[in-house]
């Protein structure tokens, strides 16, 4: 998680980020090529808006987070509109493929594997993967 700027906050969620995918790719339940969608984003939003805002009892990074939390739990957004309606912008419901840039409901996480001294994780929705495949596959028929 060098790559992320210095500073607290950014700390905090390469920090998360990092322990959250070590559990979920470690043990014989390794969960790699996880599928991330903009649902599952919203239905654990609450939880996840917790898990970095909050520290026991205290609410880091300032007190809107603390009503901002509220409100999720309060009114279970179900939307994406919902969510950026109680939070202010879209930043927790953004799903973007790492290859074409566009915001999609469903994209697969890749690039767990730990080569040398790091892995590169990426997420690529599912146009980009098809047009991969066919790329492997036209270059493939060509040596035939
Ligand atoms: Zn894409």
Same mark, same amino acid.
């Given at each position: 998680?060098?790559? @992320?700027?210095?500073? =607290?906050?950014?700390?905090?969620?390469?920090? %998360?980020? *990092?322990?959250?995918?070590? *559990?979920?790719?470690?043990?014989?339940? *390794?969960?790699?090529?996880?599928?991330? =969608?903009?649902?599952?984003?919203?239905? &654990?939003?609450?939880?996840?808006?917790?898990? %970095?805002? !909050?520290?026991?009892? #205290?609410?880091?990074?300032?007190?809107?987070?603390? +009503?901002?939390?509220?409100? %999720?739990?309060? +009114?279970?957004?179900?939307?994406?509109? +919902? /969510?950026?309606?109680?939070?202010? #912008? &879209?930043?927790?419901?953004? &799903?973007? !493929?790492?290859? !074409?840039?566009?915001? /999609?409901?469903?994209?697969?996480? %890749?690039?767990?594997?730990?080569?040398?001294?790091? &892995?590169?994780?990426?997420?690529? !929705?599912?146009?980009?993967?098809?047009?991969? @495949? *066919?790329?492997?596959?036209?270059?493939? =028929?060509?040596?035939?």
């Amino acid at each position: 998680m060098r790559i @992320l700027p210095s500073g =607290s906050f950014w700390e905090t969620i390469g920090e %998360l980020a *990092a322990q959250d995918y070590k *559990a979920r790719t470690s043990g014989d339940k *390794a969960e790699k090529m996880r599928i991330v =969608s903009k649902q599952e984003k919203i239905k &654990n939003i609450a939880k996840e808006w917790k898990k %970095l805002y !909050c520290r026991g009892k #205290n609410w880091i990074y300032g007190e809107d987070k603390k +009503e901002i939390y509220e409100r %999720l739990i309060k +009114e279970k957004p179900k939307t994406e509109k +919902e /969510v950026i309606r109680i939070i202010g #912008n &879209n930043s927790w419901t953004e &799903n973007i !493929c790492h290859e !074409c840039g566009k915001d /999609v409901e469903i994209i697969i996480e %890749l690039g767990g594997f730990f080569y040398k001294w790091d &892995n590169f994780i990426t997420f690529i !929705c599912e146009d980009c993967l098809r047009k991969a @495949l *066919a790329s492997i596959e036209k270059y493939k =028929s060509k040596r035939r």
